[in-house]
């Protein structure tokens, strides 16, 4: 954000419903001529000594999952898969107990670090209660989309964009869930983002070129609720490090193509709700996935015509439901609001 640190910022989270057959944006609404999605073709890369088997977005979310699930995967595939993850709080596979799985702590700034933990870990009851609604409705979008508020909200001009013809949404309206607590914490999911990237080497900044939108999943398989959040969206054009015209969104970017691309793909997931008890078989995930070149992530899971952006498509971890954009609109005094598109 290239605006000085006196002023005071505004922020709107807007999401946007991902209808049936609607194209899945990676790189904004003006820059799909970019990086277009295209069908998959075979790796050219070599394997390694060992013939491993080539890693799936399957074998990433059973990693993340129950203990039965990531000991199916195959050790030398989870083991690289491992190597490639960068925890924004610390992983564990034990299940908080259930009185933490209630828990109601307070999205107040003041929070102390074993307390973020803990909403990641265990999230408050309106995110639990959607989780369950994910699974119990055998990963249904329209079961998530009946908990959307319906009044519909235009989608503001974000930091120029409008003069600058940039697009930033799917659909220029949004909407924000009816649950104020859950879009509560949306809005700490990319708070929390922003603080703690610098621990794994994630230098991001809320801004319409850096990081402002995630793409809400039901995982394949499991139905569990998820976010693939995409940083370092709009690169500064530079003839030598990134000589790629992405659009208007792209028109005085400050954000410079460097290392900290690799880490441009940021992973949420919700505690996991058992389908058939009230039990909870895994528990919350925040975690950056390091797409460097020699890593099995950028070698196995990011599309060889995208490489260059390092970018995850959300479409492979799930059936996508919903954009989730964290939007700064400008005002005297800081405010983040959600918007759903």
């Not at 609604?133 to 120029?160: F, M």
């Not at 078989?281 to 070149?293: C, K, R, T």
Request: charged share 20%.
């Amino acid at each position: 954000m290239s605006s000085s640190s006196s002023l005071s910022l505004k922020f709107v989270v807007l999401f946007s419903l991902s209808l049936a057959g609607a194209a899945s944006l990676t790189t904004g609404a003006t820059a799909t001529f970019l990086f277009p999605r295209k069908p998959r073709t075979k790796a050219s890369y070599t394997l390694s000594p060992t013939t491993r088997p080539k890693a799936t977005v399957s074998d990433l979310l059973s990693l993340l999952g129950p203990p039965p699930q990531a000991e199916s995967v195959n050790s030398q595939v989870a083991r690289d898969l491992r190597s490639c993850f960068k925890f924004l709080v610390p992983y564990n596979q034990t299940v908080p107990a259930r009185r933490s799985l209630r828990s109601k702590l307070s999205l107040s700034r003041n929070r102390s670090g074993k307390e973020i933990d803990e909403l990641i870990l265990s999230p408050p009851a309106p995110v639990l209660e959607l989780a369950r609604l994910a699974v119990d409705s055998g990963a249904d979008p329209g079961a998530i989309h009946r908990t959307l508020d319906p009044t519909i909200i235009p989608v503001p001009d974000v930091e120029g964009s409008n003069e600058d013809r940039c697009e930033l949404t799917r659909t220029p309206y949004g909407r924000r869930f009816v649950n104020e607590g859950l879009n509560s914490y949306l809005e700490f999911l990319f708070e929390i983002i922003v603080e703690r990237g610098p621990s794994v080497g994630l230098h991001v900044s809320l801004s319409r070129y850096d990081f402002f939108h995630g793409h809400l999943f039901l995982a394949k398989e499991s139905g569990r609720l998820g976010i693939l959040f995409h940083a370092k969206e709009y690169p500064a054009y530079d003839k030598e490090l990134f000589p790629c015209n992405m659009g208007y969104c792209q028109v005085g970017s400050n954000v410079p193509y460097d290392d900290s691309m690799n880490l441009r793909n940021i992973l949420w997931l919700a505690p996991l709700p058992s389908s058939s008890s009230n039990a909870w078989l895994a528990p919350g995930v925040l975690v950056v996935l390091d797409a460097h070149p020699e890593g099995i992530i950028f070698q196995d899971l990011i599309p060889e015509y995208v490489n260059f952006a390092r970018t995850l498509y959300e479409e492979d971890f799930g059936e996508v439901v919903l954009d989730v954009n964290y939007l700064n609109v400008g005002a005297e005094a800081p405010k983040f609001q959600i918007f759903i598109c």
